[in-house]
């Protein structure tokens, strides 16, 4: 039986991360988070989560800052999620980018997706 999947919620706002939380977890997902960049970082190096749910607003660092210290935090190659609106030009290394304000249905939903996709990929890999 494999584990079901994780993610790493990475956001200021701690309503988003309880929603967040709660709703991963109804599908059976596993949930980790943190309010601050480098906390989220520590995280994601020591538990490497499947996916990382990041908000754009951390810390007032650029996105492209906070996607390369999670990708410099030794964690996985873990999809990561951006929440909130870029500048026109900015292009992050990101799976998916989510603006502000967003719905948490539709947010779930396309987690679930990236998850599935990436379950799919390993599983074609073995």
Avoid: W
Avoid at 16 to 38: C, D, H, M, P
Avoid at 40 to 66: C, F, M, R, T, Y
């Amino acid at each position: 039986m494999h584990p079901s999947p994780s993610v790493l919620i990475v956001d200021r706002s701690e309503e988003n991360r309880e929603v967040l939380t709660t709703a991963l977890q109804r599908k059976g997902i596993r949930t980790y988070s943190a309010a601050r960049a480098g906390r989220g970082a520590e995280l994601a190096q020591s538990l490497h989560p499947d996916l990382i749910v990041l908000d754009l607003e951390l810390d007032h660092n650029s996105p492209e800052k906070l996607c390369s210290r999670f990708a410099a935090s030794g964690a996985k190659k873990a999809p990561i999620v951006l929440l909130g609106n870029l500048h026109r030009g900015a292009a992050p290394p990101a799976e998916e980018i989510v603006g502000k304000p967003y719905h948490y249905g539709p947010l779930v939903r396309r987690i679930e997706e990236i998850l599935a996709a990436g379950a799919q990929q390993v599983a074609e890999s073995a």
